[in-house]
């Protein structure tokens, strides 16, 4: 694909609702990034894939939130039991694997929750 | 873990004049650093990066400058132009598999026609 595509662009949930959201990385970069960024704020890791080896997991916020990648392409990060303090953008980005630090980054999901 | 702090939160500066941002990491092990603008509602983008084994790198208007011993890297605009408004995070990480990016807190960069 010509980027990193997230679906959706905004999501609007009520308290207490689980969510999922999708990325979809450039085709053929085996590292897989998510991050949350509030608003005004800097990005915040969250979880990290990289091809085959366990992901890094050390950046989620709560047990509410966990993510998977399957087939080593799309990712789904889900929240569960949506808290207001939830509410932010979600930035997913990709990297191939020789080069980790460079980073590519979809569009984001802004996610509101009432 | 890495820390980065990013300094000054906002900067304003006059059409034409220079823009500095200044960034100082934690981990003596980070090696890659890269710059990245993010406009308002838009995905961040990279717009220049650096390695430790150089310490100064220029595009056109854009330049990054490192000191390992001094753990601290600059982004430096000149000739600022209206379209270079936008936020700019610095971020570091240790190049290898496995490495993930951390971000400084990011400098909203105002430039006045």
């Known amino acids: 694909g010509a980027g990193v595509s997230q679906s959706p662009s905004n999501k609007v949930t009520e308290k207490g609702k689980d969510v999922e959201l999708r990325c979809d990385p450039i085709?053929?970069?085996?590292?897989l990034y998510w991050y949350r960024q509030s608003l005004g704020q800097g990005l915040e890791f969250l979880i990290y894939f990289q091809g085959n080896s366990a992901p890094d997991k050390s950046g989620l916020p709560s047990d509410r939130f966990s993510a998977e990648r399957t087939g080593g392409s799309v990712s789904t990060l889900t929240i569960q039991r949506t808290q207001q303090e939830d509410s932010a953008v979600y930035l997913c980005a990709s990297s191939l694997e020789w080069s980790a630090g460079i980073q590519y980054f979809g569009a984001g999901t802004r996610l509101s929750v009432l | 873990g890495e820390n980065v702090e990013q300094h000054p939160s906002t900067l304003s500066v006059q059409e034409g004049d220079s823009a500095v941002i200044k960034c100082t990491y934690s981990?003596?092990?980070?090696?890659?650093f890269p710059w990245y603008k993010q406009e308002l509602g838009k995905r961040p983008q990279l717009i220049i990066d650096i390695r430790s084994n150089v310490g100064e790198k220029k595009d056109q208007r854009i330049a990054v400058t490192l000191n390992k011993t001094a753990k601290h890297f600059s982004l430096h605009i000149t000739e600022t132009q209206p379209e270079d408004s936008a936020v700019y995070f610095c971020?570091?990480?240790?190049?290898?598999?496995?490495?993930?990016?951390?971000f400084g807190e990011g400098t909203q960069l105002t430039v006045n026609p």
């Open positions: 085709s053929g970069h085996t590292a």
């Open positions: 971020a570091a990480s240790r190049e290898t598999s496995g490495s993930r990016l951390t």
């Open positions: 981990d003596s092990a980070s090696n890659y």
